[in-house]
């Protein structure tokens, strides 16, 4: 072969390349344009998961916002959790959920972690005082065709044709801006709709809507923007639309395709992440009810167990209902590893659901009755001085003799009638218990022979009072002494004339009794007649005579006798 073809091979051979090379280069931009975010976060040989975003570089002005959306590859079983971060808040900062906000002019840096900070990206963000102009092509208005004059064909390889007299094509008004909106939350099975808005609303040009990963969902590009969820593993899908005409792209929104399973405390409401461990106390038990996000189809089969492999046999037990099976009673036993798994059956695909648990020893619980034997009357209400130690909950109070003795709710205890009665106190659960004993006596009394009584002034009495069904000391008080008093052994002295009132009490108690004295002046005695005494005997015969007793004057007048015949008038 000469040289001169030698030199054309060489020059085809590399004439061929560079055309693969450019085919190759502009087919993989056009993907690119395409599908930027699909393409930059495709899958790799690697397995290490890496974290990427939707946006790695935006530019703002004052005022506006956009979201910063990550997702880690390869596709991960659970969604992790995202924290956001901004090298310079007075130039954009970000909040929890990924909104960008700009507020002043410079640039920063939107730092993107997993927790833990084990994966991290970033997007850089510039904040200008406005965007630069769209260019768009510049119209003849008398022609209404771009102004670039179009490369005409040879006159010798092209045949004359008849002017076209058809209408000329209206102008496409391009789209600068475009917004989309899609559910949150999506569930397998159930197909849902993109929306999306136009700026300036009069624009003409045609957009497209894409998808991340069209495994999970079935995306329909024709016949308008509806997608149907294929299979939920709890990962995240990213839609966008992008203009056909022109490179203009709206924001990635995120799509969670929910996973399917989820269990709750029934009781507090709580959810248990999947795979999790929580700690639980020996004597815990929990309600657990499973919840499965399924729209307009049940599950075809449920099917909970204990994990043997952790202990969970002996550690915990469970029991389950028959009617529906989402409901699940765990029973803490021992200290230990345990857990339980719960197998989902839904269009055609098993789901599994596992939650962990660290079993401790409970600590010791102790109930104190501070009174051990209480000594009470007939009448009595009594508080009983309780302490607890690691109980929780309100304790439960029980008479075993009820008509001895009551208990109400607030531990008091009524003394009803006399004898020997016990009372316990118990923990919610009835593993703890204290017991007093009470013995209920008879209410004393104190009992006078009699409750007046009248004394002379200077005399002294005894207040005559005894003390039944009881022991103590009797206490004495006058309320007038002048009049009466009364001595601690309770004698009364009785001082002048009046009235006093003796309170006899029992000491320590609020019993009492009240004794009326009443004193009037003492009585004079009637002197008894003295005897005249008897004339001595003289030894003259001679003998005055009797004087006659004087007769005493009386109301009536003395009678007069009548005169006899004998006698003169």
């Known amino acids: 072969m000469n040289p001169r073809t030698m030199k054309k091979l060489k020059f085809s051979l590399l004439a061929g390349l560079l055309l693969v090379l450019c085919t190759f280069s502009a087919c993989s931009q056009k993907v690119l344009v395409r599908s930027e975010f699909e393409a930059s976060t495709g899958e790799s040989p690697k397995t290490e998961p890496s974290l990427v975003l939707n946006i790695t570089y935006e530019e703002l002005i004052p005022g506006e916002a956009f979201r910063l959306i990550p997702l880690v590859r390869p596709i991960q079983q659970y969604t992790p959790e995202y924290r956001f971060s901004t090298s310079d808040p007075e130039i954009a900062e970000v909040d929890e959920t990924g909104l960008v906000t700009a507020k002043g002019l410079g640039r920063c840096v939107i730092e993107v972690t997993t927790a833990g900070t084990v994966l991290s990206s970033s997007c850089t963000v510039d904040v200008v005082e406005q965007h630069a102009p769209v260019e768009t092509p510049t119209v003849d208005p008398s022609t209404e065709t771009p102004s670039v004059t179009p490369s005409l064909p040879s006159p010798s390889t092209e045949t004359p044709t008849s002017p076209d007299t058809s209408e000329t094509p209206s102008k496409v008004i391009p789209i600068e801006r475009i917004e989309i909106t899609c559910p949150r939350y999506v569930y397998m099975g159930s197909t849902y709709t993109l929306t999306a808005k136009v700026y300036p609303e009069n624009a003409t040009e045609t957009f497209s809507f894409y998808c991340s990963d069209e495994r999970y969902v079935q995306f329909e590009k024709e016949g308008g923007a509806t997608f149907t969820v294929k299979k939920n593993d709890g990962i995240r899908v990213l839609f966008w639309a992008e203009c056909d005409q022109s490179n203009v792209k709206s924001e990635n929104v995120e799509a969670v395709l929910a996973y399917p399973l989820s269990i709750v405390n029934a009781d507090t409401g709580n959810k248990y992440t999947n795979y999790s461990t929580y700690s639980v106390t020996?004597?815990?038990?929990?309600?657990?009810?499973?919840?499965?996000?399924?729209?307009?189809?049940?599950?075809?089969?449920?099917?909970?167990?204990?994990?043997?492999?952790?202990?969970?046999?002996?550690?915990?037990?469970?029991?389950?209902?028959?009617?529906?099976?989402?409901?699940?009673?765990?029973?803490?036993?021992?200290?230990?590893?345990?857990?339980?798994?719960v197998f989902v059956r839904i269009h055609e695909e098993d789901y599994l659901y596992a939650v962990l648990f660290n079993v401790q020893?409970?600590?010791?619980?102790?109930?104190?009755?501070?009174?051990?034997?209480?000594?009470?009357?007939?009448?009595?209400?009594?508080?009983?001085?309780?302490?607890?130690?690691?109980?929780?909950?309100?304790?439960?109070?029980?008479?075993?003799?009820?008509?001895?003795?009551?208990?109400?709710?607030?531990?008091?205890?009524?003394?009803?009638?006399?004898?020997?009665?016990?009372?316990?106190?118990?923990?919610?659960?009835?593993?703890?218990?204290?017991?007093?004993?009470?013995?209920?006596?008879?209410?004393?009394?104190?009992?006078?022979?009699?409750?007046?009584?009248?004394?002379?002034?200077?005399?002294?009495?005894?207040?005559?009072?005894?003390?039944?069904?009881?022991?103590?000391?009797?206490?004495y008080e006058s309320d007038n002494d002048p009049v009466a008093s009364v001595s601690p052994e309770g004698q009364i002295t009785a001082n002048t004339e009046g009235i006093a009132n003796i309170k006899i009490s029992l000491e320590g108690s609020e019993l009492s009794v009240t004794l009326k004295v009443t004193v009037v002046a003492p009585t004079e005695p009637t002197p008894e007649p003295s005897p005249e005494p008897t004339p001595e005997p003289t030894g003259e015969s001679s003998k005055e005579p009797a004087s006659e007793p004087t007769a005493e004057p009386s109301g009536e007048p003395a009678s007069v006798p009548e005169p006899t015949p004998d006698q003169p008038l």
């Open 282 to 341: 020996v004597r815990d038990v929990l309600n657990l009810r499973l919840q499965v996000f399924t729209e307009n189809r049940e599950p075809e089969s449920i099917r909970w167990y204990n994990l043997e492999s952790l202990g969970g046999g002996i550690n915990i037990s469970i029991t389950t209902d028959q009617e529906t099976g989402k409901n699940c009673t765990v029973t803490a036993q021992n200290a230990g590893k345990a857990g339980i798994n």
């Open 361 to 475: 020893e409970a600590p010791q619980q102790v109930i104190r009755i501070e009174e051990q034997d209480l000594v009470l009357t007939v009448g009595d209400v009594h508080k009983l001085k309780i302490s607890t130690e690691n109980i929780t909950g309100n304790l439960k109070y029980l008479s075993k003799n009820p008509q001895i003795v009551s208990f109400d709710a607030y531990g008091r205890i009524t003394a009803l009638s006399p004898g020997e009665a016990e009372i316990q106190v118990a923990s919610p659960d009835d593993s703890v218990k204290a017991a007093c004993k009470v013995l209920v006596k008879e209410k004393p009394s104190i009992e006078l022979s009699s409750t007046e009584i009248t004394l002379e002034a200077g005399s002294v009495a005894s207040v005559g009072a005894s003390l039944l069904n009881g022991e103590g000391t009797l206490a």
